[in-house]
């Protein structure tokens, strides 16, 4: 079956300012003022209503696409074997019609296991402004059944809990991770006047059939960035833009089994508010990790990638080998929202640029850990509104899914020139 994926109709291009606009206000100020309030109430009914753009994808074992995405308040998911052209029948992972949050930095995730286990989270917004709960499902049947949604933090205060990342080992543990406002009411939390929002999680040892307690990983992190996670020989470990210092937005990993919290980008970026800008992590077959983020810091400006040396990132006194930041992109075309993707040796960089006319998908290639890489390749434009560009990439293909809302859905390939 055809599924004519990522077009959406003329509320949904009248909404394109209004999300907008949210997404460069919401979530700034430790306390929303009533029009904030009002705002994000206005945003979250008539978004509601529409076909939002962003999407998760992932690739299995087997190199099968596959694509979660919102739809008339139900998230669904699919898979492809033809590279993108043709889509399963969707399947309901949503039971029920829910405000499932799909504004680019809080997308869905999917994650497909080694056994082809199928896991699902998202953010669940509340009749609150701002608020959320995150939520899970899984498929043990190879996507054609999905439990039913659980809860995954579990203080279930009506307060903010978003900005959801997944991440699975293949071999049956699950984590997930979000920023969450719960130490607003924590009297142990040292209080700061920039933020009072946390990075929490929820890990299973049994593919995702149990979740553990929640475990905080660190107070005051940015408030409204999408968080990374990915799965390592020493276990999960995530990344966020953390607040150092005064009011510092750089970035930071630690793993979720008691680490310290790593700074692992030195930009000197102090901004009163959040820039609703997160960025990517990936871990290669050697066992280094590969990040992209944005900054308009001091130091640097612009999208950057870096590589850090394989090592135990839980151990207190972790010492980071880092590579020199490597500036990508085109400032003059607002380059920016990087992600990056790596199997084995193979990494891939991605990002989005908008020239004042057109957005564009561009990405980077390496084929030895990330010593050397391709030049840039711009993949497509899209004259009108347009996702981040999602990276994808096994042994055999370099894919970035790109959701635009003209031209739809598309799987772009990803040339395998010399470096």
Request: aromatic residues 8%; hydrophobic residues 40%; positive net charge.
């Amino acid at each position: 079956m055809r599924w004519r994926t990522g077009r959406i109709g003329v509320l949904a291009m009248a909404l394109l300012p209004l999300v907008a606009a949210a997404q460069q206000h919401a979530g700034h100020a430790p306390q929303a003022d009533d029009a904030e309030a009002r705002r994000q109430r206005a945003w979250e009914a008539r978004l509601a209503e529409a076909t939002p753009l962003s999407v998760g994808a992932a690739l299995d074992s087997r190199g099968r696409l596959w694509l979660a995405r919102v739809e008339n308040r139900h998230l669904l998911v699919s898979h492809s074997t033809d590279g993108g052209r043709n889509f399963s029948s969707p399947v309901a992972v949503t039971p029920q019609p829910e405000a499932v949050m799909a504004d680019a930095e809080n997308r869905p995730k999917i994650a497909v296991g080694a056994d082809g286990s199928v896991h699902v989270s998202w953010t669940q917004s509340l009749g609150k402004p701002m608020s959320a709960h995150i939520r899970y499902a899984r498929s043990t049947d190879g996507g054609r059944t999905f439990t039913p949604p659980i809860i995954l933090n579990d203080d279930r205060q009506i307060i903010s809990h978003r900005f959801d990342s997944l991440a699975a080992d293949g071999r049956g543990r699950v984590a997930v991770v979000w920023l969450d406002a719960r130490s607003r009411t924590d009297r142990t939390v040292k209080k700061s006047p920039q933020t009072d929002v946390g990075l929490y999680a929820a890990v299973s040892e049994d593919g995702g059939a149990t979740f553990g307690r929640n475990r905080k990983v660190a107070d005051h992190s940015c408030q409204c960035c999408r968080t990374g996670l990915t799965w390592t020989a020493s276990g999960p470990i995530a990344y966020w833009r953390h607040v150092f210092g005064r009011n510092i937005r750089d970035f930071a990993i630690a793993g979720l089994n008691g680490g310290p919290v790593l700074r692992v980008t030195d930009d000197a970026w102090e901004i009163d508010g959040c820039p609703h800008h997160g960025g990517g992590i990936a871990v290669d077959g050697r066992g280094n990790l590969h990040i992209a983020w944005f900054t308009n810091g001091e130091k640097r400006k612009g999208i950057f990638y870096r590589r850090i040396a394989g090592t135990d990132f839980s151990k207190a006194d972790a010492r980071l080998d880092m590579s020199a930041p490597l500036s990508l992109g085109d400032p003059a075309r607002q380059a920016g929202h990087p992600a990056v993707a790596a199997a084995g040796d193979r990494i891939l960089l991605t990002w989005r640029e908008f020239d004042g006319q057109r957005f564009s998908a561009w990405a980077m290639l390496s084929r030895d850990a990330g010593t050397s890489w391709s030049a840039p390749q711009k993949l497509a434009e899209a004259a009108q509104q347009a996702d981040y560009a999602l990276p994808l990439i096994d042994a055999q293909q370099a894919w970035v899914v790109w959701n635009t809302a003209a031209e739809g859905l598309r799987v772009l390939t990803v040339a395998e020139g010399r470096p």
